[in-house]
């Protein structure tokens, strides 16, 4: 069984992974595991304390499937250096690395963008965080984005990056997918 990464810091925005874990975990192919930056207890945005499976330092590459940077104001505002071995080694090893909102930050400003289509909260959002970077030229103003392993997504669009995340992960076929997707954005049952 491969390993989903889900990195967790105190702040984390619990509510834009949720989707994507939730899934992941139920499919039998994968297991989500949380990441810390060390193992002290962290607390999310709506209060749920979370231990850390593991450290960064004791990811196992070789039964990862993919690594999801949930929101927080921690990547957004911190440059996050140890952080920056560990998603180049899952890009190296072209294991899928999924951002969503202040996530897109760390990777505009660490030159992870610089050759894959993506989006954020806005390019002006990211422009006025770190100024020009890498890759501002395949900023594409869509809700969710993923492109050549890396899969980014705005703050609001927790329903689109879910998507794009199990579609990398080929945990349903198109259809299913498709009807997971149009069951969470319109969720009106018909008479």
Same mark, same amino acid.
């Given at each position: ?9 105190? @702040?984390?925005?619990?509510?834009? #992974?949720?989707?994507? !874990?939730? /899934? +992941? =975990? ?19 945005? @709506?209060?749920?304390?979370?231990? #850390?499976?593991?450290? !960064?330092? /004791? +990811? =196992? ?131």
């Amino acid at each position: 069984m491969k390993t989903a990464y889900l990195l967790v810091f105190d @702040g984390l925005s619990d509510w834009e #992974p949720g989707l994507a !874990i939730a /899934e +992941i =975990n139920k499919s039998k192919k994968y297991q989500v595991k949380t990441i810390g930056l060390n193992q002290n207890t962290v607390t999310t945005v @709506g209060g749920v304390s979370i231990v #850390p499976d593991y450290t !960064i330092d /004791e +990811i =196992n590459y070789g039964d990862a499937a993919l690594f999801l940077l949930p929101g927080g104001e921690l990547l957004e505002k911190s440059p996050l250096t140890p952080l920056v071995p560990v998603v180049r080694r899952f890009r190296e090893l072209e294991i899928p690395v999924a951002a969503i909102c202040g996530p897109t930050v760390f990777l505009a400003r660490h030159g992870f963008l610089e050759t894959a289509q993506h989006t954020s909260n806005g390019k002006e959002y990211l422009q006025d965080l770190i100024g020009d970077y890498p890759g501002s030229d395949l900023y594409l103003n869509q809700p969710s984005v993923s492109d050549k392993g890396v899969i980014t997504a705005n703050g609001i669009a927790s329903v689109e990056f879910a998507r794009d995340i199990l579609g990398e992960l080929d945990i349903y076929d198109q259809e299913t997918l498709k009807n997971w997707y149009d069951f969470f954005k319109n969720p009106w049952l018909e008479d």
